[in-house]
């Protein structure tokens, strides 16, 4: 019994040793959140939106990813008619040079989200469908990275145009 109880600790010691010896990876992230109001009898609708910026130095590098969300600020829909004719997110990888520079676009993406938001009148789980990703960068300590994201939409029958919602981004990554 004796010898099966230090085979099971030295076993679960080299597990773990083995998981604290492991690359590590960090992820940083920051939520915003907003409502529209739109024209006739159409719902007030609150979006959500995670930006998530992750260092992966097993494979040396940075990423960004945005997740969007949207709820009903009330329980019946009077108006199922189209909300929007455009509704987009670019999620950006940046960096800086130092913590109090301005932040360069290293990469980015564009996901159009229309056909989503004006299908469904609420989201809440998290899939690939409402998920915009930008392409990932080689991960360089001496830079501050975050990632960061904005929506662009334009309400149907509101007559202001395309709107620009900036989002928050995430903390500084750096080292």
Request: glycine residues 8%; proline residues 3%.
């Amino acid at each position: 019994m004796r010898k099966l109880l230090t085979a099971a600790g030295l076993a679960s010691s080299a597990v773990a040793l083995g998981v604290l010896m492991a690359s590590p990876a960090a992820a940083w992230s920051a939520t915003s959140q907003f409502d529209v109001t739109f024209p006739g009898a159409k719902p007030k609708t609150t979006y959500i939106v995670d930006n998530n910026g992750a260092a992966n130095l097993d494979q040396g590098d940075f990423q960004a990813k945005s997740v969007v969300y949207w709820k009903l600020a009330v329980d019946q829909i009077g108006d199922h008619s189209t909300r929007f004719t455009s509704f987009k997110i670019t999620t950006r990888v940046e960096a800086r040079l130092g913590p109090n520079e301005a932040d360069e676009v290293i990469t980015k993406k564009t996901c159009d989200l229309t056909a989503m938001v004006n299908d469904s009148p609420f989201w809440t789980y998290d899939t690939a469908k409402n998920t915009c990703v930008a392409p990932g960068r080689v991960y360089d300590g001496e830079l501050y990275w975050s990632a960061d994201a904005t929506i662009v939409y334009d309400i149907v029958g509101d007559d202001k145009g395309a709107i620009t919602q900036e989002l928050q981004g995430t903390a500084l990554v750096h080292g």
